[in-house]
C-alpha cells in the first residue's frame, strides 16, 4: 500500500514507463500483492486515442494466458481477431519492371496442427490494449498512476532507489523497473549499454477495409524492399505492415488516399477483392537495440528498454511480456522468502532467465530481416530451398509454431500451459 512519510511516496515498486509493457507490468506486479507506483510522461487521455498508435499487435496464444490469468482478457476478446493461419511467401511487387509474380516456395503454419480451437495468436489494435490496461489500473488498489508526469533523476543507493519527478514529487522503492521504450534515459543513466543498428527502412502502418473475409488467414510477402504482412482484424479490416525503404517511405506517407490504394493493391493481390484506406497511416523507423545487461542494483529493464526488434515476426511486445511474467515469479519467490527484491542477487535470476532467450529470438528476427529484404539471386534461391523444406517438415513446422506462440522454454506461472 502506498504510505505518505514526510515528502516521499513510499512504493514496493516504481515502474517508468506506462506503455504496453509498464503498463502491464504495474498489474502483473499488483496482483502479486507490490505496490507500484506507475510514472509515464504523456497523457493517459492522449494515449488511449485513436490517433495515438495506430498499430496492432500480434498477441502469441502463451502471451494471451498472461492477459486471461491477470483477468483482462474478456475485454480484450470482442475486439481480437483470432489468427487461423499464416502463409509466408517469397514475393515482388507489381510494378512496370515485374509483374508480382510470387515464387512457387511458400511456407503454410496452419493452427489445426497445434491441437483443436488453439489459433497462433490473435490480432489487436493497441489502442485496445492501452484502453484496457488503463481500466484496470484506474480499478486497482495497488497501482498509483502519476501521468502526465517526467521521471527527473533517480538515486540508486544501497537501501532504497529515489525517484524524483519533474513536478517536485519524489518517491521511493526497493525497486525501480524501466519500461521507457528503445531510447530508454534510465537504462542509459545507470550507465547499461546497448547493441545498436538502424535497418534503414521505415513500417508503414495502415488499416484497410476488403470485400471478402480474411478467414483468419496472415500473409507475409517478403518484397525487396522489406517484408509486407497483412494481418486479419475484426469486421472485415486487416492491419499493413509494410516495411519500405527509410528513404522511400516519405513518399508513399504522401500519396492521397486512392494512390495509396493503388499501391497496396499492388503488393496485396487479389485475394480479399477491393481495398480500401480505412483511417490514417502511420510509419515507425526500424531499428534494433539490446542491452547488454537487463539489470543493475534496484534496476530491472523490461520491454523495449531491454529489447527493441524489427517487426518482421511481431514478436517485440510478446518478448516484453514474457518479461513481465518471468520479473513476477522473480521477484514473488524473493520476497516469499525474505530477500530484498532490489537486490542484485535476487535481479540475476531475472536475467539469467531472459537475457538469453530474448537477444537469441532478437537475433534470429534480425537474420530473417538480413535474409529477406533483398532481390540477390543466389540468397532467393538459398532461402526458397529453405522454405520450401522446412515447410514439408512438420516438427520443423510445429517448432516454428511453438516458437512464434512464445510457448517454448521455461515458461514463468502466468504463461504456463493448463494441466
Ligand atoms: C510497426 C511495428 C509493428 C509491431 N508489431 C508488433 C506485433 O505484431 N507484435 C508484437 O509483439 N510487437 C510488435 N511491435 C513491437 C511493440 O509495438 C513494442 O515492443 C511495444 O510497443 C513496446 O512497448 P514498451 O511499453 O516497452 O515501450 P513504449 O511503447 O515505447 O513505451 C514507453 C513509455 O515510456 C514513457 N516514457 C519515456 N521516457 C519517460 C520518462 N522520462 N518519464 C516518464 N515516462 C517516460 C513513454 O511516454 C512511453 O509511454 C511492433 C512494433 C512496430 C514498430
Known amino acids: 500500500m502506498l504510505a505518505l512519510m514526510s515528502d516521499t511516496l513510499d512504493f514496493d515498486i516504481v515502474i517508468i514507463g506506462g506503455g504496453p509493457a509498464g503498463g502491464l507490468a504495474s498489474l502483473a506486479l499488483a496482483a502479486r500483492g507490490f505496490s507500484c507506483a506507475l510514472v509515464d510522461a504523456a497523457d493517459p487521455g492522449v494515449m488511449r486515442g485513436a490517433a ?88 486497482s488498489d495497488n497501482v498509483t498512476l502519476m501521468a502526465p508526469a517526467s521521471r527527473a ?25 524501466a519500461a521507457d521504450g528503445r531510447r530508454s534515459a534510465l537504462r542509459a543513466e545507470a550507465g547499461i549499454k546497448t547493441n ?74 487479389e485475394h480479399l477483392g477491393a481495398v480500401a484506406p480505412a483511417g490514417p497511416r502511420w510509419s515507425y523507423p526500424l531499428a534494433f537495440t539490446l542491452a547488454q545487461s537487463y539489470v543493475s542494483p534496484r534496476l530491472a529493464l523490461i520491454g523495449d528498454a531491454a529489447h527493441a526488434i524489427h517487426p518482421i515476426a511481431g514478436q517485440g511486445y510478446n518478448l516484453g511480456i514474457k518479461d513481465i511474467a518471468a520479473l513476477a515469479d522473480v521477484l514473488t519467490d524473493g520476497r516469499d522468502v525474505g530477500l530484498d527484491i532490489g537486490a542484485l542477487t535476487v535481479l540475476q535470476n531475472y536475467q539469467k532467465w531472459r537475457r538469453f532467450d530474448s537477444a537469441a529470438l532478437a537475433l534470429g528476427c534480425d537474420s530473417l530481416v ?38 517454448m522454454g521455461a515458461l514463468p506461472s502466468l504463461m504456463a500451459r493448463e494441466g
Do not use: C
Not at 54 to 81: C, H, N, Q
Not at 201 to 209: E, L, M, N, P
Not at 214 to 243: C, K, Q
Open 52 to 139: 495515438f498508435d495506430g498499430r496492432t499487435s500480434a498477441i502469441s496464444y502463451a502471451s494471451a494466458r498472461v492477459f486471461k490469468r491477470l483477468g483482462l482478457w474478456d475485454a480484450i476478446a470482442p475486439d481480437a481477431e483470432a489468427i487461423r493461419d499464416i502463409l509466408v511467401t517469397d514475393g515482388r511487387a507489381r510494378s512496370w519492371l515485374s509483374d508480382g509474380a510470387v515464387s512457387p516456395f511458400s511456407l503454410h503454419f496452419d493452427s489445426s496442427e497445434l491441437g483443436p480451437d488453439q489459433p497462433l495468436g490473435w490480432i489487436v489494435e493497441n489502442r485496445v490494449i492501452r484502453d484496457v490496461l488503463f481500466d484496470a489500473i484506474d480499478a
Open 370 to 407: 538480413r535474409l529477406f529484404s533483398n532481390d540477390i539471386g543466389p540468397l532467393r534461391l538459398v532461402r526458397d530451398i529453405g522454405m520450401s523444406a522446412a515447410g514439408k517438415f512438420k516438427p520443423m513446422r510445429e517448432f516454428f509454431m511453438r516458437q512464434a506462440g512464445a510457448d
Open 153 to 177: 533523476a533517480t538515486k540508486f543507493n544501497p537501501g532504497e532507489a529515489i525517484v524524483d519527478l519533474a513536478d517536485g514529487r519524489r518517491l521511493s522503492a526497493a525497486l525501480v523497473i
Open 196 to 269: 545498436d543498428w538502424s535497418y534503414g527502412q521505415a513500417g508503414i502502418v495502415a488499416t484497410v477495409a476488403h470485400e471478402k473475409p480474411h478467414d483468419g488467414v496472415a500473409h507475409e510477402f517478403f518484397l525487396p524492399s522489406g517484408p509486407f504482412a497483412i494481418l486479419p482484424m475484426t469486421n472485415y479490416r486487416s492491419s499493413l505492415v509494410w516495411t519500405e525503404r527509410a528513404e522511400a517511405a516519405p513518399a508513399y506517407m504522401a500519396l492521397d488516399d486512392d494512390k495509396f490504394r493503388i499501391e497496396i493493391e499492388n503488393r496485396f493481390g
